[in-house]
């Protein structure tokens, strides 16, 4: 079974420019979250989408927004970037199960640099 | 609101020694709570997760917690070191079992020396 997929890996973006981030989920699984990851603010959960709506938002600005297909992909873009936006983006997938913890599998994240 | 103090940033111990990993949490409500384990430049790992089943948790690589109400933590345990265990771990809470909005503690970073 193929895990979480993100796409890129690693990119480097200048101040004012945007940047879109690619997950895959895993197969079945409906519920997308994703997460920054940076040293200062450890990890911070940004939004989770579900069947194509964003069903928990972060505390964000609105530069950072999502959205997701019908086969569940998810896109996330930054626009206007700040050099603080550098970070590893970590998206996650879970089956959304009616009762119990939804446990999240994590995909190994894309990295952007900001200069 | 929920929170996560992971106290201390970075543990040492020697391979073939208990590892324990502290974690408290804060929420309203009668939370979820998990571990991660974070190899360098990988994705977060699941360690164990706690569901309001049993209070002594087991999880994978030889690694379990216990959850104490009273106190409100969860701390992370492993009876013998190995030198892959080194590794960044983060404690996590849910208030909901239905969403998938997790608060992280801020990491520990496990060493393991020969």
């Known amino acids: 079974k193929a895990g979480v997929t993100q796409t890129p890996r690693y990119l480097i973006k200048t101040r004012g420019q945007q940047v879109t981030l690619s997950c895959s989920p895993i197969?079945?699984?409906?519920?997308v979250s994703w997460y920054q990851q940076t040293p200062g603010q450890g990890l911070q959960f940004l939004f989770e989408?579900?069947?194509?709506?964003?069903?928990n938002k972060g505390n964000f600005p609105g530069r950072f927004s999502g959205r997701q297909f019908s086969n569940s992909r998810s896109e996330m873009n930054v626009s206007t970037l700040e050099l603080g936006d550098s970070a590893l983006y970590l998206c996650?997938?879970?089956?959304?199960?009616?009762?119990?913890?939804?446990?999240?599998?994590f995909g190994a994240g894309s990295r952007l640099t900001v200069l | 609101a929920q929170s996560v103090t992971q106290l201390g940033s970075h543990v040492s111990v020697s391979e073939g020694a208990l590892v324990l990993l502290r974690c408290n949490y804060s929420?309203?409500?009668?939370?979820?709570l998990f571990w991660y384990v974070q190899y360098p430049n990988q994705g977060l790992q699941l360690l164990l997760k706690y569901t309001s089943a049993a209070t002594l948790v087991k999880g994978i690589n030889g690694f379990e917690a216990e959850f104490k109400k009273s106190e409100t933590s969860f701390h992370l345990t492993k009876p013998s070191a190995h030198m892959s265990d080194a590794a960044e771990y983060f404690c996590a809470v849910s208030e909901s079992g239905a969403n998938s909005k997790l608060t992280f503690g801020k990491g520990i970073t496990l060493s393991v020396r020969p």
């Open positions: 996650a997938s879970s089956p959304d199960r009616a009762t119990g913890a939804n446990v999240l599998t």
């Open positions: 929420s309203s409500v009668p939370p979820y």
């Open positions: 989408y579900f069947s194509e709506t964003q069903r």
């Open positions: 197969s079945g699984h409906r519920s």
